[in-house]
């Protein structure tokens, strides 16, 4: 095994060099206040009602929280949420014919009798909500929803 080392004696030295007088100049700034990070906005809508007139409703979750929750029991397995018609109520829909519900697989339309009884929207683990239904096989509702359009 060969090692090798290398030192080196460095002498150190100081040199006075002469300071000179400074002028400071002072810009102004629009504010006094100081700068502030803007920090992107955090949504937390789940998803969009579309209503009749073609006008938007964004649901948040703050908001959907709020509603009292409903149980339903579907093939044995009890699911929980609010009703489908308190979150429409939420966006101001009292007067539909029927509605359709669009995510991530399969839209599901629903008439005003069935989303009015033993239909939910039921929180999913991925943060999202899932169609619980009486009304629809359990294996075809509507999972992580965008958007609900009604008519």
């Given at each position: 095994?060969?090692?090798?080392?290398?030192?080196?004696?460095?002498?150190?030295?100081?040199?006075?060099?002469?300071?000179?007088a400074a002028t400071v100049?002072?810009?102004?700034?629009?504010?006094?206040?100081?700068?502030?990070?803007?920090?992107?906005?955090?949504?937390?809508?789940?998803?969009?009602?579309?209503?009749?007139?073609?006008?938007?409703?964004?649901?948040?979750?703050?908001?959907?929280?709020?509603?009292?929750?409903?149980?339903?029991?579907?093939?044995?397995?009890?699911?929980?949420?609010?009703?489908?018609?308190?979150?429409?109520?939420?966006?101001?829909?009292?007067?539909?014919?029927?509605?359709?519900?669009?995510?991530?697989?399969?839209?599901?339309?629903?008439?005003?009798?069935?989303?009015?009884?033993?239909?939910?929207?039921?929180?999913?683990?991925?943060?999202?909500?899932?169609?619980?239904?009486?009304?629809?096989?359990?294996?075809?509702?509507?999972?992580?929803?965008?958007?609900?359009?009604?008519?």
């Amino acid at each position: 095994m060969l090692l090798l080392s290398a030192c080196a004696s460095v002498a150190a030295t100081t040199t006075t060099v002469p300071v000179q007088a400074a002028t400071v100049v002072s810009v102004p700034t629009a504010t006094d206040a100081p700068p502030q990070v803007i920090q992107p906005a955090v949504s937390n809508v789940l998803f969009q009602i579309i209503k009749a007139d073609g006008t938007k409703f964004d649901v948040t979750l703050d908001a959907v929280k709020v509603i009292p929750l409903t149980q339903l029991t579907v093939e044995g397995k009890v699911q929980e949420g609010p009703k489908l018609s308190d979150v429409l109520a939420l966006a101001g829909v009292t007067d539909y014919t029927e509605v359709t519900i669009n995510g991530s697989s399969a839209p599901s339309t629903l008439i005003r009798t069935q989303v009015e009884d033993n239909t939910i929207l039921d929180f999913s683990n991925r943060g999202t909500m899932k169609l619980a239904t009486t009304y629809i096989p359990k294996a075809n509702w509507t999972k992580d929803i965008t958007g609900i359009t009604v008519k």
